[in-house]
């Protein structure tokens, strides 16, 4: 053989290993590409997972106290929604056959009873006190559940691949799940069912109407004017803010900032509507009593009026209130303000109006067809009724109601806020109230 055909033999061998040497390389690459994506498909539906065992459970908790056609349905509803979600998550889970057999067999449960329920509901046929017995039953087990699958999520979260553990997910249907260990414990008790912040609702998240009603008639002001009004809401020289791009939309604003400060003023009436100051919060010296005199104290010098503290929530040394109009008769949740202070030194650090703005106007007086005696004997006989008070709530389609309020006990010893509509008689909502050190919480 020639040298020449050596060298071209050579050659060709050496491509061919660099190309074989290639495609396993982005083999690999790619495999590894899919591994991720596989990953994160499984973090994914996980997360869902956990996400309608809380729904269900929180739904099966309030099934248990509603006590009109309406409410009832809409919580059957909600069931088979939550109980469909959870059916597609598990069905992404990569789990052996049987693993969590127990898991589906429960959510196939809850669901098929919420349509018993809501056939018989549909029917005109009352809920039978075994029924009540049996959603309680689901409640409970939903709550086991939900507590497990906050501990996968845990422990997943911290690092360990379910593509690689799939023998792990097993734990969901455990009593226990020893892969988590005693360390996840205090972590999953703290963790599992984090609700939803009261500051943050009921009906806090409602903005209502498309137009600021508070603003109705108002004149716009000009920049300068904002600019003072905005410097009076932080406490700063007017020649320490900087004006920002304006926002336009339903609501126009002029926007301001300073060192660590943001704050939007309404162009129609030169309204305050924001204020939001970032800085590191110390070591708490004031209590939530003393937080709250602190808060008063700035909505008067707003010129705010006729404001009721309802709830409040602490964390991270900050304590933020919900406040709601009240003009002493009614309590009016879609006027909301919330007002967070600094526990080092009572500062202000946000301040929010947004609810009232868009809400807040001169009502005609609601329609009551029934007594508020009347409306307290539509709550559920299962729980006790503690305190009673009228208040107009929003509505999922962006209107308001006037409803009775009932702030109630349950089974087990948890507060329970019913709300009856003054004109039809019919349950509008039912939250569950949770007391804790850090304030009140809502879901």
Do not use: W
Request: aromatic share 8%.
């Amino acid at each position: 053989m020639s040298k020449r055909k050596k060298i071209q033999i050579s050659s060709i061998l050496v491509a061919t290993i660099l190309v074989l040497g290639g495609t396993t390389v982005c083999g690999y690459l790619l495999a590894g590409r899919y591994r991720m994506a596989l990953e994160y498909s499984y973090r994914r539906a996980l997360g869902d997972l956990e996400t309608s065992i809380s729904a269900m459970e929180t739904a099966l908790t309030k099934a248990r106290y509603a006590n009109t056609a309406p409410q009832q349905n809409s919580l059957a509803a909600q069931l088979l929604q939550e109980t469909s979600a959870a059916k597609s998550a598990l069905a992404v889970l990569p789990v052996k056959d049987g693993m969590l057999d127990r898991v589906s067999r429960f959510v196939a449960q809850v669901g098929d009873y919420a349509m018993t329920l809501s056939r018989k509901i549909s029917a005109g046929t009352a809920i039978s006190e075994s029924e009540y017995e049996t959603l309680a039953s689901l409640g409970q087990y939903a709550s086991e559940l939900k507590t497990e699958t906050v501990k996968a999520v845990q422990y997943f979260g911290d690092g360990q691949k379910i593509g690689d553990a799939e023998k792990l997910l097993d734990n969901l249907t455990e009593e226990k799940p020893s892969a988590l260990g005693d360390a996840f414990e205090s972590t999953a008790e703290q963790l599992a069912d984090f609700p939803t912040l009261l500051y943050d609702g009921p009906f806090s998240d409602h903005v209502g109407q498309e137009t600021p009603l508070f603003l109705t008639g108002k004149a716009e002001v000009s920049a300068e004017n904002a600019r003072r009004a905005a410097a009076s809401l932080a406490g700063l020289p007017t020649e320490a803010l900087t004006q920002e791009s304006d926002s336009t939309g339903g609501l126009p604003l002029y926007r301001f900032a300073s060192d660590g400060v943001q704050i939007s003023i309404t162009k129609a009436g030169g309204v305050p509507l924001s204020l939001l100051r970032s800085r590191k919060v110390e070591k708490a010296v004031l209590t939530e009593k003393e937080a709250l005199e602190k808060a008063n104290a700035f909505l008067s010098a707003q010129g705010i009026k006729g404001m009721q503290e309802n709830y409040y929530i602490t964390g991270n040394q900050i304590c933020t209130f919900h406040f709601v109009y009240s003009d002493g008769e009614v309590l009016y949740y879609p006027d909301l303000i919330k007002i967070s202070v600094a526990l080092d030194n009572g500062e202000i650090l946000k301040y929010e109006a947004t609810g009232y703005v868009m809400n807040h106007h001169s009502r005609d007086a609601f329609p009551a067809s029934l007594s508020i005696d009347e409306a307290e004997r539509k709550v559920s006989p299962h729980l006790e009724v503690q305190t009673r008070k009228t208040a107009v709530v929003p509505t999922p389609a962006g209107g308001e109601v006037c409803c009775y309020e009932f702030l109630c006990k349950g089974f087990a010893g948890e507060q329970v806020l019913v709300y009856i509509n003054t004109e039809t008689g019919l349950e509008e909502n039912i939250l569950i109230l949770l007391q804790s050190d850090e304030g009140t919480l809502v879901k």
